[in-house]
Structures are given as structure tokens and as C-alpha cells.
């Protein structure tokens, strides 16, 4: 999937279900209360329709009310949320799920994800059979059209390997941390091969990025911002970035990105670009 023909705010990927996602999306880890309800209801009116969000950024709830509050129908947003680490296991992710609908105050979900493949206080089960549990009762979910799709976040190859194993429904996202100098070779092939649909967060790395000699460069060199520069890289690599911003004109100039390419040799200098950013433990490895 390579997006650099894409001209337009309201493009699409299909998902292998046939399910349409947006290509831009709108990050909202850390962001509570009226702040995220506030920059979530920014971001709508500047033409963003998938939001993200997730139990353990405890914003469920102002997510969900900006989306009801937005002149947008419910059927024209595309909402994401995912089960967090101690919801892990059949019976626990339908009952997560059902509290993340009571928060966000939704009949269904977009998309739903397993947040974190392997989390500590379950990692001497082995992490395969309580995926597996979470996942069955996702499947449920998702056949009882209550979640349109599914799929992962954080994982792995060898975590989608196994989950894929016990799947009948394979995942058709997979939520990783993304920015350019971090292009998570192995992990994009797999999810090219699989059809996995690549959501990338920290897309700006964390803004850690944008005072970077070479993007800031390249902003001058095409008229825009640092971070739209690496917007459009996610976008010509086939990512569908997840930028945050509080800031309502950033929140509109991080969307403004479709009248610009970056050329090729300009994407492969993103790609390999010199950055010494630690954002995220391996997930098999990480304190929680
Ligand atoms: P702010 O909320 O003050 O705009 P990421 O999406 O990679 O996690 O990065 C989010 C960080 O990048 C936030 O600190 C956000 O700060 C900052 N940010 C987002 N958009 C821009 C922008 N256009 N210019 C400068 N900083 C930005």
C-alpha cells in the first residue's frame, strides 16, 4: 500500500474485511478530560475521522462525548479502542469491552485491539494462550458486529505468529510505534505479507523529531512544517499515522498534508535518518 497518490483528507484503506480506514488518524494517549475532549473535538472539525483510544489512557469517556457532540454521525467516524493488560483472558476482554462502551457511551466499536502482547504480570503463562482467550471472545464480538474490526498493538512477528495460529479471524491492524529512523523492518514485513494494516503512533516521535537537522531541512525545502514532513512520510510509506496534538492549529496543520510529495530519494533519508529516541521497552520485556 504506498499513499503518495493520495490527494485528499478523506482517503481510505480497506481493510481485508472490506472495512474502510481512514489514512490520517487522531492520537489521544495522555490527553484526559476536557483537554482530550476539547482537542478531539478540534481535530473532528478539521476533517480527522478515526480517533484512538484505549482503557489505560483513561479518556474513553471524553473521547466518546466529543464524538457525540460533533456535528459528524456516528456512522461516518471510526472509532478505535483496545484492551489493556489486566483484561487479558476471555471472560475479562467481554467484560473490558463492555466497559469500554458504557465510557465511551458507543453501541459499537470500529476497531478494538489487544494493547500489549506480553504483559508482565502474565508473562510466566506465556503470552500465546491468554492472547488466544482474549482473542476468541473478540472474534465473538466482532461476528456479533458490536466491533467491525480487530486486530493488535505492539506485536511482534513472533506474537502475531502465535496469535495467528489459534485465529480464525486474522488480525487487520497492528498499532506500533512508528516515526521515521524507526521503520520496525521485520514487524512491517510481516504485516505487509499478512495484510496487516499498519496504524503507527508516536508518529512525530513523540515531537521528539522535529528540531532534527535533517526534517528540519526538508521543511524548508518544501514550505511546510517539520512534522508534516513526517506525516507524509508515514503516509508514503503506507502507515496510517496517529499524530496528537493539544494545539488547535497544529491539530489542523498536522491534517493539511495532501497538496505535497516528498520525492523518493527524500522518503529513503526519512526512512534511514539518525535518531537516537528510546520511546517504548520490548514488549517482552517491559515492567508492566
Ligand atoms: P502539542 O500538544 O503541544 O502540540 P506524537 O504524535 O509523535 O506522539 O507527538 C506528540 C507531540 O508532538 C506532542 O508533544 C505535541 O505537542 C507535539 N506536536 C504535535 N504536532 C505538532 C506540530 N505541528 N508542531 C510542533 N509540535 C507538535
Request: glycine share 4%; with cysteine; charged share 20%.
Given at each position: 500500500m504506498r499513499l503518495n497518490k493520495i490527494k485528499d483528507k478523506n482517503a481510505v484503506v480497506e481493510l481485508t474485511n472490506g472495512v474502510q480506514l481512514p489514512v490520517i488518524g487522531f492520537g489521544t494517549a495522555c490527553m484526559r478530560s476536557e483537554g482530550c475532549k476539547n482537542a478531539v473535538g478540534e481535530a473532528v472539525k478539521s476533517g480527522y475521522r478515526l480517533i484512538d483510544t484505549a482503557a489505560q489512557y483513561k479518556n474513553e469517556e471524553p473521547v466518546g462525548k466529543a464524538a457525540a457532540e460533533s456535528d459528524i454521525p456516528r456512522s461516518k467516524l471510526f472509532i478505535n479502542s483496545k484492551l489493556w493488560n489486566e483484561d487479558h483472558g476471555y471472560e475479562n476482554t467481554m467484560r473490558a469491552f463492555e466497559e469500554?462502551?458504557?465510557?465511551?457511551?458507543?453501541?459499537?466499536?470500529?476497531?478494538?485491539?489487544?494493547?500489549?502482547?506480553?504483559?508482565?504480570?502474565?508473562?510466566?503463562?506465556?503470552?500465546?494462550?491468554?492472547?488466544?482467550?482474549?482473542?476468541?471472545?473478540?472474534?465473538?464480538?466482532?461476528?456479533?458486529g458490536?466491533?467491525?474490526?480487530?486486530?493488535?498493538?505492539?506485536?511482534?512477528?513472533?506474537h502475531l505468529n502465535a496469535l495467528i495460529r489459534h485465529a480464525e479471524i486474522?488480525?487487520?491492524?497492528?498499532q506500533i510505534c512508528l516515526y521515521p529512523g524507526n521503520i520496525q523492518k521485520e514487524t512491517v514485513?510481516?504485516?505487509?505479507?499478512?495484510?496487516?494494516?499498519?496504524?503507527a503512533y508516536s508518529p512525530l516521535g513523540a515531537g521528539k523529531l522535529l528540531a532534527h537537522p535533517v526534517i528540519l531541512g526538508l521543511s524548508k525545502k518544501y514550505g511546510c512544517t517539520p512534522a508534516q514532513i513526517c506525516i507524509r512520510w508515514h503516509l508514503q510509506s503506507g502507515f496510517i499515522p496517529l499524530p496528537k496534538s493539544a494545539d488547535p492549529a497544529r491539530i489542523r496543520t498536522n491534517m493539511d498534508v495532501f497538496d505535497m510529495v516528498l520525492s523518493d530519494e527524500d522518503m529513503g533519508l526519512l526512512s534511514s535518518l539518525d535518531v537516537n529516541i528510546k520511546l517504548l521497552p520490548n514488549p517482552d520485556e517491559a515492567d508492566f
Open positions: 469500554t462502551l458504557r465510557w465511551t457511551g458507543l453501541e459499537y466499536l470500529d476497531s478494538y485491539l489487544i494493547h500489549w502482547p506480553n504483559p508482565k504480570p502474565l508473562r510466566n503463562m506465556g503470552f500465546e494462550e491468554h492472547n488466544a482467550a482474549s482473542w476468541k471472545a473478540m472474534e465473538e464480538l466482532y461476528r456479533a458490536k466491533i467491525k474490526a480487530i486486530g493488535v498493538s505492539n506485536f511482534l512477528p513472533h486474522k488480525p487487520m491492524i497492528n514485513a510481516y504485516c505487509r505479507e499478512h495484510h496487516i494494516v499498519l496504524q
